[in-house]
T-cell receptor, first 109, second 114 residues
Framework: QKEVEQDPGPLSVPEGAIVSLNCTYSNSAFQYFMWYRQYSRKGPELLMYTYSSGNKEDGRFTAQVDKSSKYISLFIRDSQPSDSATYLCAMWANSKLTFGKGITLSVRP | ETGVTQTPRHLVMGMTNKKSLKCEQHLGHNAMYWYKQSAKKPLELMFVYNFKEQTENNSVPSRFSPECPNSSHLFLHLHTLQPEDSALYLC?????????????FGPGTRLTVT
């Protein structure tokens, strides 16, 4: 079993939809949970990070961590065409980041 | 200049060439990283430097040689590469190794080995 699993998609939604992106993991030692956004021909951009279980909200984005289920999610409300990008989950333990493969999201106008 | 910059943005090289990738961070960070990003694979950590000292080498072939002259600059020297080394090479930085959960990436160098 891979340490971090992320559905590779791709995912296509209409503008205004609520998007749910998910990752599962197997390493109980992970302490920080990150979401990165990567536009085409750009480097990953840190969107949000959370520590331990719970929710964290930033504008239209909500990150959710459930450590008991080893499951993290990123919700995007009122999705916009500008949200079209690849989203990478990442998890941190022992000074090391482990990434998922990323999912490509397309928001149709 | 702000954030993390990388040059060149695109590089095509033959298998017998020698070239170097450059990364510079303007964030006052002390840890810098090289990653390889290939299609449909997770980011692969290659090298880590903390306060100019190499702290991690993830079994990277010797045809890749990193150099960190100071906390703001990082180089990746390339020689006798293989076609399978074609990928996006990303540089990142963080406050230090203990704060590596918050990494900031450059735009990457798209490398093609012919």
């Amino acid at each position: 079993q891979k340490e971090v699993e992320q559905d590779p998609g791709p995912l296509s939604v209409p503008e205004g939809a609520i998007v749910s992106l998910n990752c599962t993991y197997s390493n109980s030692a992970f302490q920080y949970f990150m979401w990165y956004r990567q536009y085409s021909r750009k480097g990953p951009e840190l969107l949000m990070y959370t520590y331990s279980s719970g929710n964290k909200e930033d504008g239209r984005f909500t990150a959710q961590v459930d450590k008991s289920s080893k499951y993290i999610s990123l919700f995007i409300r009122d999705s916009q065409p500008s949200d079209s990008a690849t989203y990478l989950c990442a998890m941190w333990a022992n000074s090391k980041l482990t990434f998922g493969k990323g999912i490509t999201l397309s928001v149709r106008p | 200049e702000t954030g993390v910059t990388q040059t060149p943005r695109h590089l095509v090289m033959g298998m017998t060439n020698k070239k170097s990738l450059k990364c510079e961070q303007h964030l006052g960070h002390n840890a810098m990283y090289w990653y390889k990003q290939s299609a449909k694979k997770p980011l692969e950590l290659m090298f880590v430097y903390n306060f100019k000292e190499q702290t991690e080498n993830n079994s990277v072939p010797s045809r890749f040689s990193p150099e960190c002259p100071n906390s703001s600059h990082l180089f990746l020297h390339l020689h006798t590469l293989q076609p399978e080394d074609s990928a996006l090479y990303l540089c990142a930085s963080s406050q230090d190794r203990s704060g590596s959960y918050e990494q900031y990436f450059g735009p990457g160098t798209r490398l093609t080995v012919t």
